[in-house]
């Protein structure tokens, strides 16, 4: 939270803030939903490659955005990186509440996380999951501040900064980018417990993702 920030803004878009935004983000009502690839899946384990510049401004990117948005929407998540719809793409998508409960919205690109000086560093252990990993969260701890570096869909350059939960969130997805999963920072036994527990819950979650998937499809007729 910046110093001097207007609290009675409570919405935050691409960094900037915004007097009113629906609760639905436009670009999930312009999305279709994708399956959510799961850990084990290669393109989930290996780093995705940068967007180049002939990418920036095209309606390829602006789909897949939406798609991005779409698919977080009927998964419940707080953000959604690319190759967890099966792309290989430096990019995530965000709609999270930091611990203020000032909600954050929006995209980047090419995103690179800032190293907190370790005098600065404050860790904070709190559950964490995943929509690759659906069922299980396990504490971790994380840095409870994180500045990333990017740019936004049309080549901007972008920084958005995070506390708290959506600190959580920017850390967790850049890493989602870096071929990295939760899981991976998790000690072993940890890990094997957080995968017996997912084989144990995935049909229901899978239900349910259906469920919410069927129920946005209608509503657009």
């Known amino acids: 939270m910046r110093e001097g920030m207007d609290m009675s803004l409570r919405t935050f878009v691409q960094g900037v803030p915004v007097a009113e935004y629906p609760a639905v983000p436009?670009?999930?009502?312009?999305?279709?939903?994708?399956?959510?690839?799961?850990?084990?899946?290669?393109?989930?384990?290996?780093?995705c490659r940068e967007a180049t510049e002939a990418e920036f401004g095209t309606p390829g990117l602006a789909a897949l955005i939406d798609d991005l948005?779409?698919?977080?929407?009927?998964?419940?998540?707080?953000?959604?990186?690319?190759?967890?719809?099966?792309?290989?793409?430096?990019?995530?998508?965000?709609?999270?509440?930091?611990?203020?409960?000032?909600?954050?919205?929006?995209h980047i690109l090419n995103p690179v996380l800032e190293e907190v000086p370790l005098g600065e560093r404050r860790l904070v252990e709190a559950a964490e999951g995943c929509?690759?990993?659906?069922?299980?969260?396990?504490?971790?701890?994380?840095?409870?501040?994180?500045?990333?570096h990017g740019r936004d869909q049309d080549g901007r350059p972008l920084v958005i900064e995070g506390t708290g939960y959506f600190a959580r969130c920017l850390e967790h997805e850049t890493d989602h980018l870096?071929?990295?999963?939760?899981?991976?920072?998790?000690?072993?036994?940890?890990?094997?417990?957080a995968l017996r527990e997912?084989?144990?819950?995935?049909?229901?979650?899978?239900?349910r993702r259906a469920g919410l998937t069927a129920a946005l499809t209608g509503e657009r007729g």
């Open 69 to 106: 948005f779409a698919t977080q929407l009927i998964a419940e998540g707080a953000g959604l990186a690319a190759n967890q719809v099966g792309v290989d793409l430096r990019l995530f998508v965000w709609d999270c509440l930091d611990d203020d409960g000032v909600r954050h919205v929006g």
């Open 178 to 193: 870096l071929g990295r999963l939760y899981l991976d920072r998790l000690p072993a036994r940890t890990r094997r417990s």
């Open 198 to 207: 997912m084989a144990r819950r995935r049909d229901e979650v899978l239900a």
């Open 131 to 148: 929509l690759s990993v659906p069922g299980p969260h396990r504490e971790l701890a994380r840095p409870d501040r994180a500045v990333v």
């Open 26 to 47: 436009p670009e999930a009502l312009r999305g279709r939903p994708r399956r959510v690839t799961e850990v084990g899946e290669e393109v989930l384990h290996r780093p």
